[in-house]
């Protein structure tokens, strides 16, 4: 018996299949160490913001311990393994140092803000580094760029530019990246404007002192990131990292944690990983 499909049907089957193929895709997010992450998102293996040296190779950020204050819980070359980008915030030294500039090879394309060209590029040798003024087009991804505050005040002026980035695909869900960007006007705006399904924050109630008590953290605390919670979309999911591994930073996972049963906030809402840790999104 011969069994005929008509050239219609054939389409649609050929269709589902394929977007069935694009949201059965395994994007996950894997917290490395302080705002360090490595995700694979539409069938991309990207590094966000990389600190990968060893425990207190960098300087204090208070006088007080060299950075980072942890180990990291793999191999260098683990982390590295199977990259198609990285993508960088700022360029602050908790977020990207000497060993990655080191370790990272030279033909991989970054995405940076226009700002950190010059140094990314043009001074540490990353031939396909781009610099991302709005949005850019990168095989399927799009990366949009969300200038933000590094803080408030004076000190927040200081602290120079930094930004998140909206991650959208095609069937995937959108992934903001919100950087070391507090919960203020252009934040909020850009989570109404995109409507992310999930949005890391960085949460270490980072201070320099003696700005700090004038001007207050430059980034979010855990009071900052309740506050956020209460004002986004309940179906947002959150996670929370940037704790835990520099020594100007207030807020640990603990003290976050703590806050977050205290306000009776549901755990699959507010997911707070420890280092190594993988979430399936």
Same mark, same amino acid.
């Given at each position: ?79 590295? +393994? ?192 420890? +280092? ?6």
């Amino acid at each position: 018996m011969k069994i005929r499909v008509s050239m219609k049907k054939m389409i649609l089957m050929v269709a589902l299949m394929s977007a069935f193929t694009q949201l059965s895709a395994k994007n996950y997010i894997r917290l490395i160490r302080n705002a360090t992450l490595k995700m694979e998102y539409a069938g991309k293996q990207i590094l966000v913001d990389p600190l990968l040296g060893a425990k207190g190779s960098s300087g204090s950020a208070l006088g007080v311990n060299p950075n980072p204050r942890v180990n990291l819980t793999m191999p260098v070359e683990e982390v590295l +393994d199977g990259l198609d980008f990285t993508l960088l915030t700022h360029n602050h030294p908790d977020h990207y140092d000497e060993t990655a500039v080191k370790r990272i090879r030279k033909d991989m394309p970054w995405f940076v803000q226009t700002e950190d060209v010059e140094q990314v590029k043009e001074k540490d040798g990353f031939s396909r580094a781009v610099g991302v003024a709005d949005s850019i087009e990168y095989e399927g991804i799009t990366i949009i760029r969300i200038r933000g505050n590094h803080g408030r005040g004076q000190l927040g002026a200081q602290m120079g530019p930094s930004s998140g980035y909206i991650l959208k695909a095609k069937n995937q869900p959108t992934i903001y990246i919100m950087g070391d960007c507090i919960w203020d006007e252009k934040t909020q705006i850009a989570v109404s404007t995109y409507k992310p399904d999930y949005i890391v924050i960085n949460t270490g109630g980072n201070i320099f002192l003696p700005q700090a008590k004038t001007d207050g953290d430059i980034t979010m605390n855990e009071m900052e990131a309740m506050q956020m919670l209460k004002d986004c979309d309940p179906q947002i999911r959150f996670i929370a990292v940037h704790m835990d591994a520099i020594d100007h930073g207030q807020t640990t996972r603990a003290i976050l944690r703590n806050q977050a049963e205290y306000e009776k906030v549901d755990k699959k809402r507010l997911m707070i990983p420890e +280092d190594g840790q993988v979430l399936k999104l």
